[in-house]
């Protein structure tokens, strides 16, 4: 059975920093693209970032480009996402979601973590 | 950025109607279309692959057809743990892009 499981949200003051991780089961981690993927507080669903199985491609949304970084780890079945210089519209729930059917070009997404809540608020 | 346009964005029904929700891209994804349910509270949950494949485990009252920029994602006869909101979702180019959603309720 696949297994996301997200922590390291919180609150913290517009500039500052967080690091949020994903620990993955249930597949082969390494064969997979993983994303994050957000929503704030009563809107629809944002996409953020993705990164390859092998972690040497990432892609971001122009709305966190500079500002996040993702990360896995292989070794420890983990995803990152190191995000600097926060703002109040960053405020969100942040989802890490397996690919799932893909084309060339793009990851789909099958399955999602339940999501770990980040405030940005003075 | 290929953008989603889904409607409606809101839809009232009965048990037992007939639901469509459709999803119109801005340029020709193919069939690199997926559909979510999410349920307040929930992760979304996937639905449909590729337009119109049935996730594994999922009800067949829902389905989807469509392909290039017109979509359609139907529930054929609506259940009282159908509310939820809908996402559309394509995956043929990044930026990785999902409609608005579409909000239903049980009359």
């Known amino acids: 059975e696949v297994q996301l499981l997200e922590s390291g949200g919180g609150l913290v003051q517009p500039g500052g920093s967080l690091r949020l991780s994903c620990a993955a089961s249930?597949?082969?981690?390494?064969?997979?693209?993983m994303n994050w993927v957000r929503q704030a507080p009563g809107k629809g669903l944002e996409w953020v970032s993705v990164?390859?199985?092998?972690?040497?491609?990432?892609y971001y949304a122009d709305s966190v480009k500079g500002r996040f970084t993702i990360s896995r780890d292989n070794s420890k079945n983990t995803l990152y996402l190191q995000m600097n210089n926060l703002r109040a519209d960053d405020t969100a729930m942040y989802y890490c979601?397996?690919?799932?059917?893909?084309?060339?070009?793009?990851?789909?997404?099958?399955?999602w973590g339940q999501g770990t809540l980040v405030t940005v608020s003075s | 950025d290929l953008r989603m346009t889904q409607s409606p964005s809101s839809l009232s029904a009965s048990v037992g109607d007939r639901v469509t929700i459709t999803c119109h891209a801005s340029?020709?994804?193919?069939?690199?279309l997926n559909w979510f349910q999410q349920k307040p509270g929930k992760a979304p949950k996937l639905l449909i692959y590729?337009?119109?494949n049935l996730e594994t485990g999922v009800p067949s009252r829902f389905s989807g057809s469509g392909s290039g920029t017109d979509f359609t994602f139907t529930i054929s006869s609506l259940q009282p743990e159908d509310k939820a909101t809908y996402y559309c979702?394509?995956?043929?180019?990044?930026?990785?892009?999902f409609g608005q959603g579409t909000r239903l309720e049980i009359k």
């Open positions: 249930g597949f082969t981690f390494t064969n997979y693209a």
């Open positions: 979601a397996k690919e799932g059917r893909s084309s060339v070009s793009a990851p789909g997404i099958d399955y």
């Open positions: 340029q020709d994804i193919t069939n690199y």
């Open positions: 590729d337009a119109s």
């Open positions: 979702q394509q995956y043929d180019n990044l930026p990785i892009t």
């Open positions: 990164i390859s199985g092998s972690g040497a491609g990432t």
